[in-house]
């Protein structure tokens, strides 16, 4: 079993809804956790980070963390084309120097 | 956030050169680069941890004596793939950290490189 669980997709959805995306994990050690988008052919670009439990929103963007139940999320509002991606979740323990990645979900927003 | 830049940002070379790929952090001091390597709709695979100032740290199944990486400096770190090989080919990827940017790691926008 994998650290880290991401469904790879793809995913398509039309433009304006409301897009679910989730990870889960198995070592309860992690206590930092990002989700990190990437365009075809682009390094990966850092959208969220969170620290232990709780939510954050950003823009269109809002991370969950629910540390119980090792299950993250990230939920992008009014989704646009532009949003069409590759998004990675990625997580470490504090001290550790190492992140662990999803698979990665490939999104794409239809117009 | 952060900026992290490399170069360059595509190589083609010949079967039994060397390539060194650059990774610079523009705004920030990077204690830490990461370097990764990407195949085509697959996520990122560790290839080595550097410390400014260190050797850097290798994951298990990464030739050192091949992908070499140096860290001189708090803004730098380069990666040279000796004597390449078509296998070889694939997308390079550099992240960095740094005491200011804490747990947040910025990844650079990506080397392809392409052996013939």
């Known amino acids: 079993q994998k650290e880290v669980e991401q469904d790879p997709g793809p995913l398509s959805v039309p433009e304006g809804a409301i897009v679910s995306l989730n990870c889960t994990y198995s070592n309860s050690a992690f206590q930092y956790f990002m989700w990190y988008r990437q365009y075809s052919r682009k390094g990966p670009e850092l959208l969220m980070y969170t620290y232990s439990s709780g939510n954050k929103e950003d823009g269109r963007f809002t991370a969950q963390v629910d540390k119980s139940s090792k299950y993250i999320s990230l939920f992008i509002r009014d989704s646009q084309p532009s949003d069409s991606a590759t998004y990675l979740c990625?997580?470490?323990?504090?001290?550790?120097?190492?992140?662990?990645f999803g698979q990665g979900t490939r999104l794409t927003i239809n117009p | 956030g952060a900026v992290v830049s490399q170069h360059p940002s595509w190589v083609i070379c010949k079967s039994g050169t060397s390539v060194k790929i650059e990774c610079r952090s523009l705004?920030?001091?990077?204690?830490?680069m990461f370097w990764y390597r990407q195949f085509p709709k697959q996520s990122l695979m560790l290839m080595a941890t550097s410390n400014e100032g260190s050797k850097a740290t290798y994951e298990q199944g990464v030739e050192k004596d091949k992908f070499l990486i140096n860290h001189a400096s708090l803004t730098l770190s380069t990666l040279t793939v000796t004597s390449a090989h078509p296998e070889d080919s694939s997308f390079y990827i550099c992240s960095a950290r740094g005491d200011t940017t804490l747990n947040e790691q910025f990844f650079g926008p990506g080397t392809r490189l392409t052996v013939l």
């Open positions: 990625a997580m470490k323990g504090r001290g550790a120097q190492k992140l662990v």
């Open positions: 705004d920030f001091q990077a204690t830490t």
